[in-house]
């Protein structure tokens, strides 16, 4: 996933959590209305949810970046088993030819 995709996650995130934690505090009356940064309850409930944003968005990217270390390890060694066995085979060929050059009878010698 690209860079545009984990910011909107975190947006949509950091939105839920922070309207989630809101409505528990307006509904239990720690708060009189939405939270800002001039309440400490208001403080809190925005840096509980910029955490999980922050928390949301790092893990998306560690995602992104295994899954990448993956596919380019993976491909390293489709590449590697075909070079051995383009080797293996090569080499075979070529003891099957030295095999079958010793199994033939030798010309038979010439008389003056």
């Known amino acids: 996933m690209g860079w545009v995709t984990r910011r909107i996650a ?3 995130t950091f939105a839920v959590v922070s309207g989630i934690l809101g409505f528990i505090a307006v509904t239990g009356g720690y708060l ?13 409930i925005l840096a ?3 955490l999980c944003s922050l928390g949301v968005t790092a893990s998306m990217k560690r ?3 295994e899954r990448k270390a993956y596919e380019e390890n993976a491909t ?9 066995d383009a080797a293996w085979r ?4 070529r003891m099957n030819a030295q095999s079958a050059s010793r199994l ?6 010439r008389r003056p």
């Not at 033939?104 to 010698?109: K, L, S």
Request: proline share 12%; net charge neutral.
């Open 10 to 12: 975190g947006f949509i």
């Open 32 to 44: 009189s209305g939405p939270p800002t940064l001039s309440t400490t309850r208001g403080i809190v």
């Open 48 to 50: 509980i949810a910029f």
């Open 63 to 65: 995602k992104d970046r």
């Open 76 to 84: 390293a060694w489709q590449a590697y088993y075909a070079q051995v």
């Open 90 to 93: 090569d080499y075979y060929a």
């Open 104 to 109: 033939e009878p030798a010309p038979p010698a």
